[in-house]
């Protein structure tokens, strides 16, 4: 069966029920199963540690990857708890320095506290890459297109670094959606989502995923699901795997809008950058296109605005609403300085560049003409 990508979304792990029917597979809200004799199941004992919704999700996520593994989690956050919890006292990480805020804090106020050491880089520049085998990581941590400035890493790079120093390589692969960038396919050890952006698309539950096709890291993280309690509900499993039958339809509609918006802001009089993956004015926009077949929905702009002007405009468009996250039909707005990336240090964001002008667009996908003449309009009545 070698089904695409748009067959695979709406059918893999979709078939209907077996026992009804139901076209619709049901969801299997409850906590416990019961057994056929003590320790003899049907496949699953207890919610923590599976459930019929999370198997259907994890066999969608698999073919979309081309993945042999995929496990599912309660956000994100759990996916990437899950991946850190395999980790020892003393072991180094390595990471790309424009990482996830949240991602960044996790390192830094818990698991370092537990001794896992993280060194962070920056993956666009040489010299520093080259520093990277040198420091004997466990794991290599990586984000492409990184939050927010939009840097793309050269993943089959990256990957064979690892390789040849023994280090695993994780790609949170949240930004360009297992539709438009497969990071197992470039040499990854782990491909981690979050499936509350673009996977699920309606902004209305959490989830997270991490997919591998190595078997031992599989139990790993099937054990972290159980052990650490990081599944998700079998409602929001469902949401998920509802939401995932049009990530393509929704991904290419999001590509073709931030595409048209990003080309017209670029020309924005106060716009000092802007930047979108598939401009050919991206600094790495060759490397993009080889690696991804879309450019995905995240615009970034930096405004030649202070602070309190660029609160005012992001605050301003009635389209947008301003709110952290990303990846839904609808557009938003943030402003990572005072929002996604409050939780970095000044210094350290001033030191990757997110300047108090930085704005992020998650386009949706509505008329992209509506979501110009929404900036215009909040632009015109700034300039008043
Ligand atoms: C949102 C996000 C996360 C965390 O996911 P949650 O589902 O919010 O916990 C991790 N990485 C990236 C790149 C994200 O955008």
Known sequence: MSYRPETLSVHAGQSPDEQTGAVIPPIYATSTFAQISPGVTRGYDYTRSGNPNFTRLERALCA???????????????????????????????????????????????FETFGVRVDYLDFTR??????????????????????????IIDIRAIAAIAESCGADLIVDNTFASPYFQKPLELGATLSLTSTTKYVNGHSDCLGGAVTTNTESWHERLVFAQKAVGLNPSPFDAWLIARGLKTLPLRMRQHHKNALAFARQLEHHAAVTWCRYP???SHPHYDLATSQMTGGSGIVTAD??????????????????????????????????????????????RRRVGITDGLVRFSIGIEDVEDLLDDFDHAWSSLSR
Not at 95 to 104: K, L, S
Not at 136 to 143: F, G
Not at 311 to 330: C, D, N, P, Q, Y
């Open 278 to 280: 598939f401009l050919p």
């Open 64 to 110: 979309l990857e081309n993945a042999g593994f995929a496990t599912v989690f309660s956000s994100g956050m759990a996916a990437v708890t899950a991946v850190l919890s395999t980790l020892s006292s003393g072991d180094v990480v390595i990471a790309e320095e424009n990482i996830y805020g949240c991602t960044y804090r996790i390192f830094d106020t818990v």
């Open 303 to 348: 405004f030649d605005l202070s602070l309190d002007d660029t609160k005012t405009l992001v605050s301003t468009l009635r389209i947008f609403a301003l709110a952290e996250s990303l990846g839904g039909v609808e557009s938003l707005i943030c402003h990572p300085a005072s929002m996604t990336h409050a939780a970095v240090p000044e210094e350290q």
């Open 126 to 151: 040489e010299e520093q890459v080259a520093q990277i085998a040198g420091r004997s990581p466990a794991l290599i941590w990586i984000e492409s297109p990184t939050n927010p400035l939009l840097k």
